[in-house]
């Protein structure tokens, strides 16, 4: 019974993260098991477990005799993240390339190579799709469990902030500018310099804290500060 519980919040967690996601549930919204466990036809025991797991990621947020709230984001929270990221992805391709320069460099060309396909073509969700699958690509070759785990609360929430936000606002002027990053990291590396590597990499995650500045925190309202603000698609 517990095993079976245990894959029910697996699948609760997956799917509540989906709704997130999607809009479905909003930022700063309250949330509560029985409607969740509602909405996903399962019981609230394993609707319990999975919020429990979002919970310890910063997904939600469970506030003793208040309540239940998704995550929310503020301008100070996307300033931290971009900060957390870089910690932990610069970690990750330092490793990477000690482990097999070649082998990272090469699979780096060859996404970097499809990257130009979708930039000539104009196609920012494919071209943010492979964006993503380059950030991977760090961990992937890290071989670093625990890097991959500090990693995965903050990737779900640049998911989260791109698909309910920025997507709406990112240009093909801000492609050819993460193109060039992609493509700077990757000649630094083949050069053996590292650390210029790592220093383009802090730029280039700090461009989606200025994609929201330049665009006076629309739609989202994020301000420092700001709380409880639900954002829909």
Request: net charge negative; charged share 25%.
């Amino acid at each position: 019974m517990s095993k079976n519980i245990g894959s029910l919040a697996q699948l609760a967690e997956h799917k509540i993260i989906n709704m997130i996601v999607s809009g479905k549930l909003e930022l700063g919204s309250r949330i509560t098991e029985a409607n969740l466990a509602e909405l996903l036809s399962i019981s609230t025991a394993p609707v319990h477990q999975a919020l429990q797991a979002l919970s310890r990621l910063g997904i939600v947020i469970i506030k003793p005799r208040k309540g239940t709230y998704v995550f929310n984001f503020t301008i100070d929270d996307i300033r931290k993240m971009a900060l957390a990221r870089y910690t932990i992805e610069s970690e990750a391709v330092r490793e990477a390339y000690s482990n097999n320069s070649s082998r990272f460099c090469l699979e780096m060309s060859r996404l970097i190579s499809r990257m130009e396909h979708h930039l000539l073509e104009g196609s920012c969700e494919k071209y943010l799709k492979l964006d993503a699958e380059f950030h991977e690509l760090f961990f992937a070759y890290a071989d670093n469990e625990f890097l991959k785990m500090a990693s995965n609360a903050i990737t779900i929430k640049v998911t989260v902030l791109w698909h309910l936000t920025a997507l709406e606002y990112y240009t093909l002027e801000d492609m050819r500018i993460s193109f060039e990053d992609h493509r700077k990291i990757l000649d630094f590396l083949m050069m053996d310099d590292v650390d210029s590597a790592c220093g383009i990499l802090a730029v280039h995650l700090k461009r989606l804290e200025e994609i929201f500045s330049r665009n006076c925190l629309k739609p989202c309202q994020l301000t420092s500060g700001a709380t409880g603000v639900g954002v829909v698609n």
